[in-house]
């Protein structure tokens, strides 16, 4: 069975991020979709609600459940069998940022990165200008699920 992980913090999680999770589970028998929980950086949602607003935008894909993690990406990865990690880029700054941690996950672990380009409509999308735009207002009901627009919509106005 081939199993990938598709880490990040999704706060809050995108169709960016559903874009890349939805073609990484075509490319894979499994994939788990791993939220970073670091409890030492200040979050919009905490790790309950991100796990619950994922496994909700997840449910069409059979072969993806949603997992929180701790610690280092290829240490979740090893203890869950998965020899990949899958990674969305949007542009050529994402690779400089990104192929750096790949090639220091395969040196240390063995566990390799595939890298999926987003597709051109969620190429500038991203979960901070996401929040940005909505808290001055503006429209990001293109860029992320109906029940993640509520959430975030009456996070933002409990914090106004």
């Keep these: 069975m081939s199993r990938a992980v598709c880490p990040g913090s999704f706060d809050p999680v995108t169709h960016g991020?559903?874009?890349?999770?939805?073609?990484?589970?075509?490319?894979?028998?499994e994939v788990i979709v791993a939220i970073g929980v670091n409890p030492s950086?200040?979050?919009l949602f905490g790790p309950e609600e991100r796990t619950d607003m994922?496994?909700?935008?997840?449910?069409?894909f059979t072969n993806v459940r949603v997992e929180g993690f701790t610690g280092?990406?290829?240490?979740?990865?090893l203890a869950q069998d998965a020899p990949a990690i899958v990674k969305g880029l949007r542009a050529s700054s994402d690779f400089d940022y990104e192929m750096p941690m790949a090639?220091?996950?395969?040196?240390?672990?063995?566990v390799e990165t595939v890298f999926l380009?987003?597709?051109?409509?969620?190429?500038f999308?991203?979960?901070?200008?996401?929040?940005?735009?909505?808290a001055f207002g503006g429209d990001v009901s293109a860029f992320v699920p109906d029940f993640v627009l509520a959430a975030l919509t009456a996070r933002l106005a409990e914090r106004a």
């Design 17 to 29: 991020h559903l874009d890349i999770i939805g073609r990484a589970a075509t490319l894979f028998d």
């Design 41 to 43: 950086k200040s979050r």
């Design 54 to 60: 994922l496994r909700r935008a997840v449910e069409p």
């Design 72 to 77: 280092l990406v290829t240490d979740f990865c």
């Design 103 to 110: 090639q220091m996950n395969s040196a240390l672990t063995g």
């Design 117 to 123: 380009p987003t597709s051109t409509r969620q190429s």
């Design 125 to 134: 999308v991203s979960s901070s200008l996401v929040k940005e735009v909505a």
